[in-house]
């Protein structure tokens, strides 16, 4: 069976392997990437960050814009934060959250835009 997608003789051309390779990442930042990608790989999770990109809001409100348990969006919302994707702020007894950066804002945004038929 013939695969026309690969290459048809192994031949490496070390100007490219040195170029590419003196602009890779180091493995650290790779590691980082790939964990915001687990994370962001739960509709519930990224239902939580669209919420917040529309404006800052307490758990309470967060649980019935998404229709599940406080709890539930709690548990999210701390795996959140642990990848600095959102932050809070204490107001008296309510817990309001919001995006950490804008660097989320433009990854949904951009992933939303692409899915759009």
Known sequence: MKNDDVCEIHCINENSVREVKSQML????????????????????VKILYALI?????????????????????????LLRHQNMVKFRKEGKMAYYSISNNHIVEMIKLASANTEK
């Open 26 to 45: 180091p493995d650290e930042t790779f590691h980082r990437i790939s964990n915001n990608f687990k994370v962001l790989s739960d509709p519930t999770r």
């Open 54 to 78: 529309q404006k800052e809001i307490c758990v309470c409100d967060l649980a019935a814009v998404l229709n599940i348990t406080d709890s539930a969006v709690s548990h999210q919302l701390r």
